[in-house]
């Protein structure tokens, strides 16, 4: 049993950065998930990383930009998004996977509430 409740987000320039955060109850020693969604259009994929935090997986359109660490003494995964583009704009969100390193939004079973990122041109 875990609950996620994401903090951080808001408004940014094309090229500047922003850290989301996810804090879990319990222990994070769990696979988690992020996922990102625009208005009008499905929920993406945007990264991975163990229960351990000894690994990442990243979606092609956010690798070299995004990157996922996780704090385990604060029960905390994090998102750092650089070099933001406009496209980025979305809603975020982290869960706790079935699978390490899953890409499929319905192998998760819990979800944050989800915070808004967007970037302006």
């Known amino acids: 049993q875990v609950q996620l409740v994401e903090s951080g987000g808001g408004l940014v320039q094309a090229g500047g950065s922003l850290r989301v955060s996810c804090a879990a109850s319990g222990r994070t020693g769990n696979n988690m998930g992020w996922f990102r969604q625009a208005p009008g259009k499905d929920r993406e994929f945007v990264g991975a990383i163990s229960g351990s935090g000894g690994g990442t997986y990243y979606a092609d359109s956010v690798k070299g930009r995004f990157t996922i660490s996780r704090d385990n003494a604060k029960n905390t995964v994090y998102l750092q998004m650089n070099s933001l583009k406009p496209e980025d704009t979305a809603v975020y969100y982290c869960?706790?996977?079935?699978?390490?390193?899953?890409?499929?939004?319905?192998?998760?079973?819990?979800w944050g509430q989800g915070t808004q990122d967007t970037v302006s041109s």
């Open positions: 869960a706790t996977g079935k699978y390490p390193f899953s890409p499929i939004a319905s192998n998760y079973d819990t």
